[in-house]
């Protein structure tokens, strides 16, 4: 590979260099520039030619390199690179690369911790939102947290009601070690904080509605779980949420897995906000959402897999946009005019159309009695 490309990823810990396998430090003597972070740089002999990398760095990554075109670089990234490193976003920029890794302050933790690659997920907070980590909270389970910082750990393990769980700092794993509590230390740089969770059950998919903040426009339980089922969520994929209330479909889509994708589209600016603080709350705030009305505003989207149309069915255009994807689609009505227009969806193009009534059993005088909910008309088509 190396032979092909001049751009070799190194992974260093925190020995610097010292702690390079003799394959990495050939890689790094062979390079005609070395880039890295500052404290990463100043480990390595006097004369190797290096440079800091700019701050903010992305904005400035491929300028950089163009610069070294032809010669060969190396470039220095924290353990593996490409867990939450340089490595994965030179790769997704169309850079080839050989990559030589060092131990990720990741296996370094869980080695400290004894914990096991199974049982221990990793969420990654550098450069997004801390609010990721709620997505992970289950009782019993075990994170390993990659950025943020203890206080905004605290916080939030607190807010999701897991202020019971352990919360550990792991500080300069590889070199001057220091392992502490991290509900009362704040460490400093090179941290991974691990949480042992200890807190109430909330699964991924099947939320109760009052796990989401809403005005009435929501997608409820039971009627959520038929459109999941039907819009079969895989790891990677994209949905549009078109008129999204709460955000509760294209929440749960997202939670179902990390890398799952979603954008809300809604164009009451005060639900819009209202789905921005869900999404939060629930441990998906890279959902997107977008304020405005459909169909207009799908036409800048990126290309989705699959399609909820939870509101605004009866504007004009807005189920045709979504066709026009090609993309599974899920649509609810509950008026008159909104089935006729997916009755007369599923006379031209097939799939499945089925009412869906939801009955709860409630106090009815002295005795029990079934309370109906509004029946949902839902046509799904793929």
Known sequence: MRDESPLTVVGIGAGGWAGLSPQAR????????????????????????????????????????????????????????????????????????????????????????????????????????????????????????????????????TARGYGKSTLTTLENLGADEQIADGWTHDPGSLTVFAIGCQGPRLPLTGLPDDAFEHDGQLTKRDVRASALARLAPAPGELLWDVGAGAGSVGIEWSRVHPLNRAIAIERDAARAERIRRNADTLGVPELQVVTGPAPDALKTLPQPDAVFVGGGLTVPGVLDACLETGARIVAHGV???????????????????????????????????????????????K
């Not at 031209?348 to 509004?374: C, D, M, N």
């Open 26 to 157: 050939d890689a790094v003597r062979k390079a005609d520039v070395v880039l890295g972070a500052p404290r990463q740089l100043a480990s390595l002999p006097g004369d190797i030619e290096t440079r800091a990398w700019p701050s903010p760095l992305l904005p400035a990554l491929d300028e950089v390199l163009a610069e070294y075109a032809g010669r060969r670089i190396c470039v220095l990234a924290s353990g593996d690179p490409l867990l939450s490193g340089i490595g994965t976003t030179l790769r997704d920029r169309g850079h080839a690369i050989e990559v030589l890794p060092a131990l990720s302050s990741a296996t370094l933790a869980r080695a400290r911790l004894g914990w096991s690659f199974e049982e221990t997920e990793i969420v990654t907070v550098v450069g997004r939102a801390v609010h990721r980590v709620a997505r992970a909270l289950a009782p019993g389970r075990k994170v390993l947290v990659l950025g943020g910082t203890a206080a905004e750990l605290r916080d939030l393990l």
């Open 335 to 381: 008026t008159l005019e909104a089935e006729q227009i997916l009755a007369a969806a599923y006379a031209r193009h097939g799939g499945e159309l089925q009412r869906i009534s939801v009955e709860h059993a409630k106090p009815l005088g002295g005795f029990t009695g079934w309370t109906p909910s509004r029946a949902v008309t839902q046509w799904s088509w």
